[in-house]
């Protein structure tokens, strides 16, 4: 039976749709969890017993009740609440941060399996502990096994690059981001359906979410172990194009690299360089792996990556955005919850994020297919669209109408959605793989490294431990200030984009 188109016989290529099938259904199961959004809800209620290991209120926090609008009398709800925001959340930001890197060389040396096997265990056990679990020590607890599980995601995305040729990179790739898009999204929908319709308990709600995770775990044993890794097993029997485009997809949608789009000049000459690709052969892969050498060529790769200007300021606009958007999701929850407790009316989290993923998936198609050149106009757009962003939070948190809320967190995901797939447009458009995953691996420990100093200064109840509604706006002021930084960098761009083209004509008749 013929193989793929460009597989070798008996490589990889010729069975990548077992591992594919597999690592989708993993996916799609690890993102079926209806009790997620109702997370905070859940957290309140009586039977954890947060409200028996009360901290003193944080700074500011004695301003909530008459800053709430209609809402002082909720104050049963407070205390916990402010335990959630202040004591418990903040354990998930720092165990993701602390963990990123030694998983990100882990996933690589066991081969990327191993990993993904960790993963769908510590997801076991923090939806086990959800069950469960009582207090306030037991609860921080299981945040950080849900850091495990953040953090070990990237062995999920990784694996599939080790048992397919490298022509399948887009397709596999594509696949992979719709099945946990579609999981989440039948999640979210599930769980609003089974609150609102059919009155289920969100104590049931984890139980069908550790179920899910249970299922994803008994699949991920199936998964052939791969014979190699993109860094510490590396093995390669036929040239690696370098100038190979990756293809990253958002939320299942495809943003693909355009031959016409203009690039800034040097971006090219500084990212095609050869990575490390020595030209081996079978013989390699029974060498003895050099831990060392691998660290120093990492090292050598992301000095030579982020040498590149244009790099490191898409780079850095990439980890500012990503570090916004993990702050406001992380407590939108609990904004709402302060608006409008839960405990006094229905709530409708699981609708609200289901909308808010498929529109933004929506949207993120659409802007993968409009040809311009980002490389001039992507800053500009990014100046835009963090401004929108701005507004979206600031509105959430002046306004302090539910449905205002609802509608205002929709917008800020779509908006951020096209903000991330520009930026990661421009940075995977010249990556190789090996690149893709070692730039993309250290921007997103810079946004978390980001994320923590804001969370240890304005959540944590060690720092200023500062009200829900003050906490946002601090973060519409962060959105606005790298508006106002993109906008400068674009229009300098821009200007210097269009010197650049007057200055050529002037020299052309000059080379003849």
């Not at 810079?446 to 240890?456: E, I, K, Y």
Request: net charge neutral.
């Amino acid at each position: 039976m013929a193989g793929p188109r460009g597989a070798r016989p008996g490589g990889p290529g010729c069975c990548w749709a077992l591992p594919t099938a597999l690592l989708c259904a993993y996916g799609f199961f690890c993102s079926v969890r209806p009790s997620e959004p109702f997370l905070t809800r859940y957290l309140l209620e009586p039977h954890k017993n947060l409200s028996e290991t009360q901290v003193p209120a944080a700074r500011g926090s004695a301003r909530l009740g008459s800053r709430g609008g209609g809402h002082a009398s909720h104050h049963p709800v407070f205390f916990p609440l402010v335990q959630v925001f202040n004591e418990i959340y903040p354990v998930w930001t720092y165990s993701y941060l602390a963990l990123l890197f030694p998983v990100f060389l882990a996933t690589d040396y066991l081969r990327y399996k191993p990993v993904v096997l960790l993963q769908g265990l510590s997801l076991i056990v923090t939806w086990f502990m959800l069950l469960y679990a009582q207090g306030l020590r037991a609860v921080q607890l299981l945040e950080f096994f849900y850091g495990v599980g953040t953090a070990t995601d990237i062995a999920y995305y990784s694996y599939i690059y080790s048992v397919v040729d490298v022509e399948l990179y887009q397709k596999v790739t594509s696949y992979c981001r719709s099945a946990t898009l579609v999981g989440y999204t039948v999640g979210s929908v599930s769980g609003q359906v089974l609150v609102s319709v059919a009155g289920w308990s969100l104590f049931s709600l984890n139980v069908i979410s550790l179920t899910s995770v249970s299922i994803a775990f008994g699949t991920a044993w199936f998964l052939p172990m791969p014979r190699k890794s993109l860094f510490f097993h590396h093995v390669s029997s036929q040239p690696f194009s370098m100038e190979m485009k990756v293809t990253d997809c958002k939320n299942g949608a495809a943003v693909q690299d355009q031959p016409s789009v203009q690039r800034t000049p040097g971006w090219e000459d500084e990212t095609k360089v050869p990575l490390n690709m020595e030209g081996s052969s079978a013989e390699k892969q029974e060498q003895k792996v050099d831990i060392v050498k691998v660290l120093k060529d990492l090292w050598r790769d992301f000095l030579q990556c982020y040498s590149s200007w244009t790099m490191l300021c898409w780079s850095v606009r990439w980890a500012l955005s990503t570090c916004g958007y993990f702050q406001v999701i992380n407590y939108a929850q609990g904004l709402w919850e302060m608006v409008l407790p839960s405990n006094s009316t229905e709530i409708y989290n699981g609708g609200v994020e289901a909308t808010s993923t498929l529109l933004g998936a929506v949207a993120v198609f659409v802007v993968g297919h409009i040809k311009t050149s980002w490389a001039m106009w992507g800053e500009v757009a990014l100046a835009l669209l963090s401004f929108l962003i701005a507004a979206a939070v600031y509105i959430m948190e002046t306004i302090r109408n539910i449905w205002v809320c609802y509608a205002s967190y929709v917008v800020f995901r779509i908006i951020y959605m096209l903000l991330i797939t520009i930026a990661t447009f421009q940075i995977a458009t010249n990556l190789s793989v090996e690149r893709y995953a070692l730039v993309f691996g250290v921007n997103t420990f810079v946004a978390l490294a980001l994320q923590t100093l804001l969370t240890l200064i304005v959540v944590d109840a060690r720092g200023l431990g500062l009200d829900i509604f003050t906490q946002f706006k601090i973060y519409a002021s962060y959105f606005a200030v790298i508006s106002l930084v993109f906008l400068g960098s674009g229009i300098y761009s821009i200007i210097r984009s269009y010197r650049r083209q007057e200055q050529m004509p002037n020299r052309s008749p000059e080379s003849h």
